[in-house]
């Protein structure tokens, strides 16, 4: 099993940034693959950037390319999503996720492992 405990979110102007953490725990070994998913009212649950086990490959969805960069830290089992220019269809549950595969990519059943979320919230 891995845990991953997401941090960061809160509520931020439109314009402003956030980087939110996710911390993995357990059996870090099975958690190769990470991602960043997100949820808004009423929506579906959308992927949003993803990063291979060595961080030498990395995916976004276009609606934040160039805004949110993806990043992680073996030595402390932590992902990042560090979030600039937000807007207010950025808000939603921000969810982590991990996966046995190196470079799971884009598609959540790809994807082993969940957190709980955290919020994002843009005003605007």
């Known amino acids: 099993q891995v845990q991953l405990v997401e941090s960061g979110g809160g509520l931020v102007q439109a314009g402003g940034s956030l980087r939110l953490s996710c911390a993995a725990s357990?059996?870090?070994?099975?958690?190769?693959?990470m991602g960043w998913f997100r949820q808004a009212p009423g929506k579906e649950r959308e992927f949003v950037a993803a990063?291979?086990?060595?961080?030498?490959?990395?995916w976004y969805v276009d609606s934040v390319k160039g805004r949110f960069t993806i990043s992680r830290e073996n030595a402390r089992n932590t992902v990042y999503l560090q979030m600039n220019s937000l807007k207010p269809e950025d808000t939603a549950v921000y969810y982590c996720?991990?996966?046995?595969?190196?470079?799971?990519?884009?598609?959540?059943?790809?994807?082993?492992?969940w957190g709980q979320g955290t919020q994002v919230t843009v005003s605007s």
């Open positions: 990063i291979s086990r060595s961080g030498s490959s990395s």
């Open positions: 996720a991990s996966s046995i595969r190196v470079a799971p990519g884009r598609a959540q059943e790809m994807y082993d492992y």
């Open positions: 357990g059996r870090t070994s099975s958690a190769y693959g």
